[in-house]
T-cell receptor, first 110, second 112 residues
Framework: EDQVTQSPEALRLQEGESSSLNCSYTVSGLRGLFWYRQDPGKGPEFLFTLYSAGEEKEKERLKATLTKKESFLHITAPKPEDSATYLCAVRPDNTDKLIFGTGTRLQVFP | DAGVIQSPRHEVTEMGQEVTLRCKPISGHDYLFWYRQTMMRGLELLIYFNNNVPIDDSGMPEDRFSAKMPNASFSTLKIQPSEPRDSAVYFC??????????FGPGTRLTVL
């Protein structure tokens, strides 16, 4: 069964304290792994798509990496405005739907 | 582009009433997805359409739920009759050629 597991469930960081969020997946063929950011009361906002092991993408303080079993979202020197829930999703072969993890709730304190 | 538009943003209704949620996808997108999000179950796919045709409705919880897409610019998700356990945030998302999905702001449904 296709499955996505994110860890930790919640993460509290001091401003400037770098860390990583994990997304482990089991899927019958991967057509893409997606990272989203969700702020309270809003819809998920697209961040990155990764397609193959070894691929990396960056945006400001965020960098996403992908292996054959998991993806990491690295946050370098986070700021309070990075506080949000980060969602990971996979798109299996032979389907156009995404399977989402339950997310990591990140809080960054000044 | 205005992005994905959903209405209403908030809906409060009583058990047994019919509820209709509406979605306008991004112009030019050929896929439309309906999701439900709760604290307990996270983000769950209910149904998705490609070129206005339902492709996978395996996530629709039961016969009380139905979805339509009469044209490329409009879709509805209907719950009849509604129950308290249907309370959740419902999201619509659209994409072009099955790539990254863009989500609307959601409809927060409360069934009393």
């Amino acid at each position: 069964e296709d499955q996505v597991t994110q860890s930790p469930e919640a993460l509290r960081l001091q401003e400037g304290e770098s860390s990583s969020l994990n997304c482990s997946y089991t899927v019958s063929g991967l057509r893409g792994l997606f990272w989203y950011r969700q702020d309270p009361g809003k819809g998920p906002e697209f961040l990155f798509t990764l397609y193959s092991a070894g691929e990396e993408k960056e945006k400001e303080r965020l960098k996403a990496t992908l292996t054959k079993k998991e993806s990491f979202l690295h946050i370098t020197a986070p700021k309070p405005e990075d506080s949000a829930t980060y969602l990971c999703a996979v798109r299996p072969d032979n389907t156009d739907k995404l399977i989402f993890g339950t997310g990591t709730r990140l809080q960054v304190f000044p | 582009d205005a992005g994905v538009i959903q209405s209403p943003r908030h809906e409060v209704t009583e058990m047994g009433q019919e509820v209709t949620l509406r979605c306008k996808p991004i112009s030019g997108h050929d896929y439309l997805f309906w999701y439900r999000q709760t604290m307990m179950r996270g983000l769950e796919l209910l149904i998705y359409f490609n070129n206005n045709v339902p492709i996978d409705d395996s996530g629709m919880p039961e016969d009380r739920f139905s979805a339509k897409m009469p044209n490329a610019s409009f879709s509805t998700l209907k719950i009849q009759p509604s129950e308290p356990r249907d309370s959740a945030v419902y999201f619509c998302a659209s994409t072009e050629r099955g790539n990254e999905q863009f989500f609307g702001p959601g409809t927060r449904l409360t069934v009393l």
